[in-house]
């Protein structure tokens, strides 16, 4: 390496330099607010006369018996949407890669498409489609699949419905990247050796397509098990997640610490879900091929 | 019966992009709808009222306005601060390296709601006043980490013997920056900005959260909500995904011209036509 700097501590130097403002700011307002959520979520008293610190740590039990059920919808929604989104990712991303020919492009954009409009806007479109009197809920009503019920909006179905549309396009690009990545010549040297087309694709394609599968259900889990837009747009209190609770304990009834306990105890959930997942699955999926220095 | 099954991805396959873009159309079909009540939610009647009258509610311009100020300086802050850290990952090699990736990525492994949460923990405790302010503070944290993604992404492919050839050629190092290695970054980085864009004008949970009495396009709409949402919000979003996809593909286009400028220049053949020795020494040196 000629040139840069001739001055070799300086040139240590550099790196720090050009790190430095971006990570204060990452440490000052995503680092050190975790600390003041956690210390927030310890504190007992009320609004009126002001939360004082006393490692109260009953908040966390109480929240959680207080918001069990919320907590519970917010996985079980969150995972049967990332399997449907999944479901429906898989084969998009396949078509996108292998098939779509000089269409690739146009297809990737439509993918992304979706984030062009505003999320809540998207999701009010989904109340326009959904709602009672629409064509998609009438011809499925006719066909008897709503159990007797004529309205789709205010039930699990739509809400996970929402949230599966909302966050597919996180689950079709990790996995159209590691599908693209795949040499084909080694499906072709797996249809040599005389497997059927299946084989190749469950021995060889899947197990390759592996990291984008494992980092797209991350990136829809995640999002998706903090979401309460599509609630409130699609549900109703009856289907009420566990960023609902937090929502309006932080906001309306200003229950701070109940509210920083919920959302503390997401988040160790989250992080120890994500760890599990890479231990299980790889770690370079979450943090990006770890290239080398140039 | 085998065309079917031959054909079963295409077919699957299509019928998800209908998917994706079924509400996109409604969006936009909407906007020239002519509601009886005061829910723009099912269709009533083709008016075209929405379009000529877009900017004629004073609180919704107000947000918009708010929106787009917010949009931009963020961008700004969080373009810069990206691509510095983003120089820094790709290039140096310095203690602290995997902790400094791994505060990158942590952020995108969290909930919005949680981002939000800490965030007001933190103003709550020092009884920071809501508003303006906090809102930057927000979006240029939580752009940060997709700007990083984007122009490492950018730089990993990068060809060093250019800006090698610069110094060699007398450049300082500052020109050498200003005139090659910006100039070839640049699709990235505009990339980056974009996105970062996107997701400010587009948040609605942190700044939920932490906008006070501040309103924002998507917090507009939110509180819009609960007494119908005025059509032109409709033809608005239209607008804004009209010029988000002039400006994706004047990116996409500006990156397509990159690429074959760089593709003119020659790669490791040496100048000559007839192969030299092959891996002389000091033939490909850098």
């Given at each position: 390496m000629n040139g840069e700097s001739s001055n070799p501590r300086r040139r240590r130097l550099i790196p720090y330099a050009l790190l430095g403002p971006g990570l204060i700011w990452l440490l000052v307002f995503f680092v050190i607010p975790m600390y003041f959520m956690g210390e927030l979520a310890l504190r007992s008293g009320t609004l009126e006369t002001g939360f004082g610190f006393s490692w109260e740590f009953s908040n966390f039990s109480d929240a959680l018996s207080r918001y069990d059920e919320n907590f519970i919808r917010s996985f079980l929604y969150a995972g049967i949407a990332t399997l449907i989104a999944l479901l429906i990712a898989y084969p998009l991303a396949y078509m996108i890669a292998f098939r779509a020919g000089r269409w690739k492009n146009a297809l990737?954009?439509?993918?992304?498409?979706?984030?062009?409009?505003?999320?809540?806007?998207?999701?009010?479109a989904w109340t326009t489609?959904?709602?009672?009197?629409?064509?998609?809920?009438?011809?499925?009503?006719?066909?008897?699949?709503?159990?007797?019920?004529?309205?789709?909006?205010?039930?699990?179905?739509?809400?996970?419905?929402?949230?599966?549309?909302?966050?597919?396009?996180?689950?079709?690009?990790?996995?159209?990247?590691?599908?693209?990545r795949i040499d084909t010549r080694l499906i072709e040297a797996a249809k040599d050796l005389y497997s059927s087309a299946a084989q190749a694709f469950w021995r060889v394609t899947l197990p390759l397509s592996a990291p984008g599968v494992v980092a797209g259900?991350?990136?829809?889990?995640?999002?998706?098990?903090?979401?309460?837009?599509?609630?409130?747009?699609?549900?109703s209190s009856n289907q009420s997640m566990v960023g609902n609770a937090i929502q309006s304990l932080y906001l309306s009834l200003r229950d701070y610490p109940t509210a920083a306990a919920l959302s503390f105890m997401l988040m160790a959930v989250i992080l120890a879900l994500v760890v599990i997942y890479i231990r299980f699955a790889g770690s370079e999926a979450l943090m990006g091929d770890e290239e080398e220095v140039r | 019966m085998r065309w079917l099954r031959h054909h079963a991805v295409t077919i699957f396959g299509s019928l998800a992009v209908l998917y994706l873009l079924v509400p996109i159309a409604v969006i936009a079909i909407f906007s020239f709808n002519d509601p009886e009540g005061k829910f723009n939610y099912s269709w009533s009647g083709f008016t075209l009222d929405h379009w000529t009258g877009a900017f004629s509610i004073p609180s919704l311009?107000?947000?918009?306005?708010?929106?787009?100020?917010?949009?931009?300086?963020?961008?700004?802050?969080?373009?810069?601060?990206?691509?510095?850290?983003?120089?820094?990952?790709?290039?140096?090699?310095?203690?602290?390296r995997r902790l400094a990736n791994f505060l990158i990525v942590v952020p995108l492994a969290?909930?919005?709601?949680?981002?939000?949460?800490?965030?007001?923990?933190?103003?709550?405790?020092?009884?920071?006043?809501?508003?303006?302010?906090?809102?930057?503070?927000?979006?240029?944290m939580f752009s940060i980490s997709f700007v990083v993604i984007v122009v490492r992404s950018r730089l990993i492919g990068f060809d060093r013997g250019l800006e090698e050839a610069a110094r060699d050629l007398g450049a300082s190092a500052a020109t050498t920056f200003r005139t090659v290695t910006l100039p070839l970054i640049m699709p990235g980085v505009i990339g980056a900005a974009l996105l970062a864009f996107a997701l400010s004008i587009d948040d609605f949970v942190i700044s939920n959260f932490n906008s006070g009495q501040t309103e924002t396009f998507p917090l507009y709409i939110f509180g819009a909500a609960q007494r119908g949402i005025p059509v032109e919000v409709y033809t608005l979003a239209t607008i804004l995904?009209?010029?988000t996809v002039v400006a994706m593909l004047f990116v996409i286009w500006q990156q397509a011209r990159a690429e074959r400028m760089a593709a003119m220049l020659p790669d490791d053949e040496p100048y000559g036509t007839t192969p030299a020795i092959p891996s002389a020494p000091g033939a490909t040196g850098g």
């Open positions: 990737l954009f439509v993918v992304v498409a979706p984030f062009f409009t505003t999320y809540l806007i998207r999701t009010i489609i959904l709602s009672d009197d629409s064509f998609v809920v009438e011809t499925i009503g006719s066909l008897g699949l709503l159990g007797g019920s004529d309205r789709l909006l205010a039930t699990p179905t739509a809400v996970i419905a929402g949230i599966t549309y909302n966050f597919l396009p996180f689950m079709v690009l990790p996995i159209y990247a590691s599908l693209e259900t991350l990136l829809t889990f995640i999002p998706a098990a903090g979401d309460y837009i599509n609630v409130i747009f699609l549900g | 311009n107000d947000a918009l306005v708010t929106s787009l100020q917010l949009a931009a300086l963020s961008t700004l802050i969080a373009t810069i601060l990206g691509t510095m850290i983003a120089l820094a990952l790709v290039r140096h090699d310095f203690f602290g969290t909930p919005e709601v949680v981002i939000g949460a800490a965030l007001l923990s933190l103003f709550v405790s020092y009884n920071a006043a809501l508003g303006f302010t906090t809102l930057l503070i927000a979006h240029v995904f009209g010029v």
